[in-house]
């Protein structure tokens, strides 16, 4: 593995589903995010861990739930699927929370999800 | 609230010069990025300024004012590959990044 790695690359879901989105990055970065990006808004952090172990929300958590049990793996659990989360989830993670530059951010390849 | 503000879209000229603006409403202000994204690709990081001024690299220049809340992107010699998306974000007062809706930017020959 040489960076971040998500999976599914793409996915079509049934409504109600429950579906984990894996993203596992071997940079021995402390912090990570997860993103959804649809036309026309740009990227809108849904959770974060800022290190193994803890977690925070973002600007639009509901129906997604992170878990950070160690530092390379950071999955994204949809509970129940539905339609209005049908988009682009880009995993990502960077060196430090704080310091500048250190706050660059690297990006998964991302997954498409569709929700029917 | 906090607030980044691109032009949507923008057209230039295979060789011309293209200058992407930005503007920022944050909560403090620690760090300013610039990001390309192709088509169904990840974000990719381009540039990166914290101190007011011109930052180059390449045929890429990005430039901050802290004072006026204002960065830009210039993108010089432009190339058909330099079609992408540019997306401009800010390191807020809690360290967390601040993104903007993107510019898309079409380059015709």
């Known amino acids: 593995i040489a960076g971040i790695t998500q999976a599914p690359t793409s996915q079509i879901l049934a409504a109600g589903r429950r579906m984990t989105l894996r993203c596992t990055q071997d940079?021995?970065?402390?912090?990570m995010y997860w993103y959804r990006q649809d036309l026309g808004l740009g990227l809108r952090l849904i959770h974060y861990?800022?290190?193994?172990?803890?977690?925070g929300k973002g600007e639009v958590p509901d129906g997604y739930s992170v878990s950070r049990a160690n530092t390379d793996d950071f999955p994204l659990t949809l509970a129940s699927a539905v339609p209005s989360q049908t988009s682009v989830y880009f995993c990502?993670?960077?060196?430090?929370?704080?310091?500048?530059?250190?706050?660059?951010?690297?990006f998964g390849p991302g997954t498409r999800l569709t929700v029917l | 609230g906090q607030n980044i503000d691109q032009p949507t879209e923008m057209t230039a000229t295979e060789g011309a010069i293209v200058q992407i603006n930005c503007t920022y409403q944050t909560s403090g202000f620690n760090g300013l990025f610039w990001y390309q994204q192709h088509a169904g690709e990840a974000p990719t990081f381009l540039s990166y300024n914290v101190l007011d001024g011109l930052e180059e690299k390449g045929r890429f220049s990005s430039f901050l004012s802290r004072s006026k809340g204002y960065s830009y992107l210039l993108l010089k010699e432009l190339q058909m590959k330099d079609s992408a998306s540019y997306l401009c974000?800010?390191?807020?007062?809690?360290?967390?990044?601040?993104w903007g809706a993107g510019t898309k930017l079409i380059i015709k020959p």
């Open positions: 940079m021995r970065h402390n912090a």
């Open positions: 861990s800022n290190t193994a172990g803890t977690t």
């Open positions: 974000a800010v390191i807020d007062s809690n360290y967390q990044l601040i």
């Open positions: 990502a993670s960077s060196p430090l929370t704080s310091g500048g530059a250190y706050n660059e951010q690297f």
